[in-house]
C-alpha cells in the first residue's frame, strides 16, 4: 500500500511489519457528527479494513476530546453539565460509528480519563526548559525546538492567524512568542467542574498536550500512522510533534502523517458557524449506511470536495445493483473484482477508481453464479457494505 506522507510529501510504502499502530484525532463531543468528521473516519476505516484484509493487526486509537474549551461554551448555552452534554454526544456519535459500519478501535481514551499523565507529561516539559509558566497558566516555548514550523510548511506570518482562527492566544500579553501555546489553564475558582488538582496546579489541560499524551499511553511512540483531518495540521499536529520531542527525544513522533480535506457544502466548509452542516444521524433516517459510504467514495480524502445529495440516490442504485450482480457472477469475476479493489485501496486509497470499479463491474455479462460466497464477503468487507 502507497500512501501520500505529509513528512516526506511523497508517496511512501506503508510498510508494517506486524502491528499498525494508528492514532486519528476524534471528535470533540459538544455537536453531533457532521459528514465531515465522516468523511476523515471513512478514510481511516478503509485504510484499517485493507490492513486486516491482508492479515494485518490494526490498533486504530480514535480519541475523545471531552476536556475542550467549545464543550464548556456549548455546555453553558445550553445550561446543562458539561459532563453530560459530552457523554450524549459520545454516545450519539458512536452510534453513529455503528450503524455506518466503521469497525471497532482499539481504544477510544477520553481527555478526561488522562488528566495526571498530561501533567505529568507538562511538568516534563517545565523540568526541560521546553515550557514556562504565565500567572496561572503553562504554555509550551516553541523557541525550545528550532523545527517548529517546519511539519506545516506554512508562511511564517499566517500561523499566528491560523493560531487565533483555532483556538489560540497569539496576541497574549507577556507570552514569549506568539506561537507559545497553552499547556496548562490555570483554575483557581472551585466551583469550576472542568478544573482537576494536580502536580502542575489546579486547572486543566490544553488541547494539544491531550493527543500527544493519550497517543503514546495507548500506542507508545513512534506511531505508525498519524492524522485527522487537514484543518489539524496547523497549530494541533505541528504542536503535538514539538511536545513529543521534547518528551519522549524520538526523532520521529509518528512515521507517516495522513490528512483529509474537508467536505464543503453550499459552497463553503462545512462548519456549525456557517449553518451548512449536513449531520450524519438525519442522513441515516433516509438512506442506507451503504449507500452513504458508496456516496462518499466519489471523494477523494485528499482533495474533498462539495458535497452533493443526489449522490445518495445514485450510490442506492449501485447498492442494489451489485446485490443482484453478486448472485450471478463466477468465481474469476469475483477474484478479479476483488484484485482491482485492492490495487485501487493500495494507490493512495484511490476511491474514484472504486466507484468507477464497481459501476463497471455491474455493466459486465453475468456470469455462472458460481462466485464462493467467501470471496463476495471478502469484497464487502473490505469496502464496509452491507446489503
Request: charged letters at 30%; aromatic letters at 10%; one cysteine or more.
Amino acid at each position: 500500500m502507497k500512501l501520500y506522507n505529509r513528512v516526506t510529501h511523497n508517496y511512501d510504502e506503508f510498510y508494517v511489519k506486524e502491528i499498525a499502530g494508528i492514532y486519528v484525532c476524534g471528535i470533540t463531543p459538544y455537536d453531533s457528527a457532521h459528514l465531515g468528521h465522516i468523511f476523515t473516519f471513512m478514510t481511516y476505516d478503509l485504510i484499517q479494513r485493507r490492513l486486516e484484509d491482508d492479515g494485518i493487526e490494526v490498533r486504530l486509537v480514535r480519541n475523545i476530546t471531552d476536556v475542550d474549551e467549545p464543550i464548556f461554551k456549548r455546555a453553558a448555552e445550553l445550561n446543562i453539565d458539561y459532563r453530560k452534554l459530552a457523554r450524549q454526544e459520545t454516545d450519539d456519535f458512536q452510534d453513529v460509528m455503528r450503524r455506518l459500519n466503521f469497525r471497532p478501535a482499539f481504544a477510544e481514551p477520553k481527555a478526561s480519563e488522562y488528566i495526571d499523565q498530561m501533567a505529568d507529561a507538562i511538568k516534563d516539559l517545565l523540568d526541560k526548559g521546553a515550557a514556562y509558566r504565565l500567572g496561572h497558566d503553562i504554555y509550551f516555548d516553541v523557541k525550545s525546538d528550532p523545527s517548529y514550523g517546519s511539519f506545516s510548511s506554512f508562511p511564517p506570518k499566517l500561523l499566528p492567524r491560523f493560531l487565533k482562527l483555532r483556538g489560540g492566544d497569539p496576541d497574549r500579553d507577556g507570552k514569549r512568542n506568539p506561537l507559545d501555546f497553552l499547556l496548562w489553564r490555570g483554575i483557581s475558582d472551585k466551583e469550576d467542574k472542568a478544573a482537576w488538582d494536580s502536580i502542575v496546579g489546579r486547572g486543566r489541560p490544553g488541547w494539544h498536550i491531550e493527543c500527544t499524551v493519550m497517543s503514546a499511553e495507548t500506542l507508545g511512540i513512534p506511531l505508525l500512522l498519524h492524522g485527522g483531518g487537514s484543518d489539524l495540521i496547523f497549530p494541533h499536529h505541528e504542536s503535538e510533534i514539538a511536545q513529543a520531542r521534547a518528551l519522549y527525544e524520538e526523532s520521529s513522533f509518528s512515521e507517516h502523517w495522513l490528512h483529509v480535506a474537508p467536505l464543503s457544502y453550499l459552497g463553503e466548509k462545512m462548519s456549525k458557524s456557517l449553518g451548512n452542516l449536513v449531520f450524519a444521524k438525519d442522513l441515516l433516517k433516509a438512506h442506507k449506511p451503504s449507500a452513504i459510504r458508496l456516496a462518499l467514495m466519489h471523494y477523494h480524502y485528499r482533495e474533498g470536495g462539495e458535497w452533493q445529495p443526489e449522490l445518495l440516490d445514485e450510490a442506492a442504485d449501485l447498492l442494489d445493483r451489485l446485490s443482484s450482480c453478486f448472485g450471478r457472477v463466477s468465481q474469476d469475476q469475483a477474484s478479479a473484482l476483488l484484485d482491482s479493489l485492492r490495487n485501487a485501496i493500495d494507490n493512495d486509497l484511490d476511491t474514484h477508481s472504486i466507484y468507477h470499479i464497481l459501476q463497471d463491474f455491474c455493466d459486465r455479462p453475468v456470469g455462472d453464479g458460481k462466485a464462493e460466497s467467501e470471496t463476495l464477503n471478502r469484497i464487502t468487507d473490505l469496502l464496509g457494505i452491507k446489503f
